[in-house]
């Protein structure tokens, strides 16, 4: 297997759609840092061959195959193998409850001289090339039939994955066996036993069965097969006799028949002579269409007169002029005669809102006087207020004092002492200022009262004036308009003429649709009636046509009623004269009954006298029943015969199969008593063994200029160092890059091996290497690399490797750089 293209979507690091193009890399390497997805390259080979990966644990880790968040992953692979080109795919889907499933996958056999920059189009896997597999159920077979390697060996001969390059070299002897059992596929050997003891039970179970079998045939005997042979042979003269005595009773049937058909036709003939009448409705299917086409003609040239009828109207109805302009003038007039009517109107509502206005602001200034008045008098019943606040603080005095004391406000003595007042004089300021205000209060309550009344009047005035103008302006715009038009009667005579006009138009228009659709309803009625006529031609073609074979006489084409008579008057004449056959064929078929009824008995006593049951007899197929119960009798003569001599046969093939059937027992229970030991397998793995060391010596002494070759002993592995003196020295003394070198070796012999040993293998045409190389050192590394070159000089393979360390890769003429984002890894190839 040689892989030529590789392409991913949405598979693991490769989020976006990436293509690794492997064309003419011979010898090529996968660089970039760790983790950037280097060996990911690789698992996406094995997954799109065989579904899983080495490194996931099998085929239940394919949840890895999907990207972060992504919901779909695709892998195409398009390989070549033994000469072929195949292009693998693999679309792996996560469905709404987080499961991972595989839903598609294919393998197609591509055709010859195929290009494969094709895929780059996006073209369906159907057009690629032969479905060798269109299911993941076929891919194992189909991969398997391309490949020639299962999963496990693919992986240990093509792909190494990383960390197992040097296990077997390493392994212990017992290790080292199961994994030569597995990849050889030596487990077939333990499965030969397996079946070999089960074939030996399975022997006795089935002669049991064969000796059950060989009880129920005891009476299959030399004399019943006699016996049943002489019966077989008194059954086929039988046969003979009724066959040779049907012809006459066939002959006899077939005059009868003739009798009968003759009679029959005689029959016929009379009944449809007698059919022939006259139709009934023959007279109005020839008045009908005169009638039809009369009065279709009448109708068509009633819509000629009323369509001139109506463009006459039509005409004078132009000549009338414009019933809009004329109905716009009368509007003109009806709208002066209102603005006219509501000119005195406008002016007395500005007159009556003046003299209201002017009113009105009268009361507001009289309001206002009143309001002022009062203030006034409410300022003065405040100072009263005050002043009789200060009468009552003297009288307060006064009540103290005595005539001839000093005066406490004017320290001069009072002569006479005033008499104290009996009401308080703040007290009556009070009632006085109280009613002031209130005064007060509703006058400026009613002056603002008619002095928003008065503005209100006011600015009705102004909106009453603004109409009124308005008014006056539209009436001189409407007589202006009237000036030149025709006076009002002239315009409504003109609008009454319209009218009418218009009517007669109506009544016009209506006449020629109902002249049209009698028109219509006439020419129906002369299809109708000319269909009516063809009908009846077509029924008298009919009717004379199946007179044909008498030879009626000659139709007139122009008079249906004529040919119709002339019709009938033959067919009663023909009809009289076959009345007379009739009776003689009549009494031909009674004589031919007779013959056929005795031919028929000799037939049955051939049976009575063979001590067989006549069949019973039908007499529409008598001949065939007579011969069929003969045949049936003879054939179970026979059928019995034949059984006894089948099962005499069966007798003696069962105890041929008994002895064979102790012979395949007594083999395969001794097979499965020598593979039981494990000897055979044994050999075949230190067979195996030595073929694998003495092909991985070959491929280390190439390698290594003929330094080592690889030897075993005793399961364990050695190396004869020739530089050294042939020294032999154990495997896990080597350094690394001798390590490597052995490894390599071993891997190129196993899978040399394999091929050869495996019957369905295919060539294998690829080695990829997926180790750690950094951690060799440098002089390991460049023992590493020239290994590598000259395994990659030789031509008979692609050689791959991962890395990381720039000093092997940049001996790699060709280089695949992988690189990470944050997004997505990306693939570039450098070099040749």
């Not at 009632?431 to 509703?442: D, I, L, P």
């Not at 002056?447 to 009436?475: F, I, M």
Request: hydrophobic letters at 45%; one cysteine or more; glycine letters at 6%.
């Amino acid at each position: 297997m040689r892989p030529i293209r590789l392409d991913m979507s949405g598979f693991t690091v490769f989020r976006d759609q990436t293509t690794v193009d492997f064309t003419d890399a011979d010898y090529f390497a996968l660089v970039g840092p760790t983790g950037s997805g280097k060996s990911t390259v690789l698992d996406a080979i094995c997954f799109a061959l065989y579904g899983q990966v080495p490194r996931w644990g099998g085929a239940r880790g394919i949840g890895n195959a999907l990207a972060p968040s992504a919901t779909e992953a695709r892998v195409r692979l398009v390989f070549e193998s033994a000469g072929d080109r195949y292009v693998a795919t693999r679309v792996v889907r996560r469905d709404g409850r987080g499961n991972v499933k595989t839903s598609g996958a294919g393998l197609q056999l591509m055709p010859a001289g195929f290009d494969v920059t094709k895929l780059d189009t996006g073209m369906d896997l159907a057009d690629l090339g032969e479905v060798l597999a269109g299911v993941p159920a076929e891919m194992d077979d189909a991969v398997l039939h391309a490949v020639g390697l299962p999963y496990e060996q693919f992986t240990s001969c093509v792909v190494l994955p990383q960390g197992q390059f040097a296990d077997f070299l390493h392994a212990k002897p017992a290790t080292r066996q199961q994994i030569l059992v597995n990849l050889l596929g030596l487990q077939m050997y333990e499965q030969v036993q397996v079946k070999a003891a089960e074939r030996s039970k399975a022997a006795e179970a089935k002669l049991t069965v064969v000796d059950q079998a060989l009880v129920a045939l005891e009476d299959a005997t030399d004399e019943a097969v006699e016996e049943a042979a002489g019966h077989l042979g008194r059954m086929r003269e039988l046969t003979a006799a009724v066959e040779a005595a049907v012809p006459g009773l066939r002959a006899a049937r077939a005059a009868e028949e003739d009798a009968r058909e003759t009679r029959d036709t005689l029959d016929a003939e009379l009944r449809l002579l007698a059919s022939v009448r006259t139709p009934a409705n023959l007279t109005e299917a020839t008045t009908a269409i005169t009638t039809a086409r009369t009065a279709a003609t009448e109708a068509a040239e009633a819509v000629h007169e009323a369509e001139e009828a109506e463009e006459k109207v039509r005409g004078e109805l132009t000549a009338a002029g414009d019933a809009g302009s004329l109905r716009l003038a009368l509007d003109r007039y009806t709208e002066l005669e209102r603005l006219t009517e509501q000119e005195g109107w406008f002016a007395g509502t500005v007159s009556v809102a003046e003299v209201e206005c002017r009113d009105a602001r009268a009361s507001a200034d009289l309001a206002e006087s009143e309001h002022i008045g009062a203030q006034q008098l409410l300022e003065q019943a405040r100072q009263d207020y005050r002043d009789a606040q200060q009468r009552d603080r003297a009288a307060a005095l006064r009540g103290h004092l005595t005539a001839g004391d000093d005066c406490p406000v004017c320290e001069q003595p009072v002569t006479v002492v005033p008499e104290v007042p009996r009401e308080s004089a703040v007290r009556l300021a009070e009632a006085a200022g109280a009613a002031a205000r209130q005064a007060a209060e509703e006058a400026t309550a009613r002056w603002q009262q008619r002095d928003a009344v008065a503005r209100n009047l006011e600015s009705d005035l102004e909106r009453k004036r603004g109409q009124y103008e308005h008014h006056l302006t539209r009436l001189a715009e409407v007589r202006k308009a009237v000036q030149g038009l025709p006076g009002v009667e002239a315009i409504q005579q003109q609008l009454a003429e319209f009218g009418r006009l218009q009517g007669r138009l109506e009544d016009a228009t209506g006449a020629v649709r109902a002249a049209r659709d009698r028109l219509r309803s006439a020419q129906t009625a002369v299809r109708a009636a000319e269909e009516q006529q063809r009908t009846a031609w077509r029924r008298f073609d009919e009717v004379r046509d199946g007179l044909a074979r008498f030879q009626p006489p000659p139709a007139d084409r122009d008079d249906l009623a004529a040919a119709w008579q002339s019709l009938v008057d033959w067919a009663r004449a023909e009809h009289a004269a076959r009345s007379a056959a009739r009776t003689e064929a009549e009494a031909a078929v009674s004589a031919a009954h007779q013959a056929t009824a005795g031919a028929q008995a000799a037939i049955t006593a051939l049976f009575t006298e063979a001590g067989i049951q006549p069949p019973a007899v039908a007499a529409a197929d008598a001949e065939a029943t007579l011969i069929r119960a003969a045949a049936v009798t003879a054939e179970r003569a026979e059928a019995a015969w034949q059984r006894l001599v089948e099962r005499l046969e069966q007798a003696r093939e069962m105890q041929d199969q008994r002895m064979a059937l102790q012979q395949a027992g007594r083999v395969a229970k001794s097979l499965a008593g020598h593979l039981r030991a494990n000897n055979f397998e044994r050999w075949l793995l230190e067979e195996a063994l030595d073929l694998l060391v003495d092909g991985a010596s070959r491929i280390l002494r190439e390698l290594t200029g003929g330094q080592y070759e690889l030897m075993h002993d005793k399961g364990e592995f050695f190396v004869i160092d020739h530089h050294d003196a042939g020294l032999r020295r154990g495997v896990r003394t080597l350094s690394g890059g001798e390590t490597f070198q052995a490894s390599l070796a071993l891997a190129l012999a196993l899978s040399e091996q394999l091929a050869g040993m495996s019957t369905t293998a295919a060539s294998l045409e690829s080695i990829v290497l997926d180790e750690g190389f950094g951690t060799l050192d440098a002089a390991t590394l460049d023992v590493v690399a020239a290994t590598l070159e000259n395994l990659a000089a030789r031509g008979d393979r692609m050689v791959g490797l991962v890395t990381h360390v720039h000093a092997l890769a940049e001996r790699v003429p060709v280089r695949f750089e992988v690189h990470k984002d944050a997004r997505t890894a990306h693939v570039e190839r450098v070099g040749l």
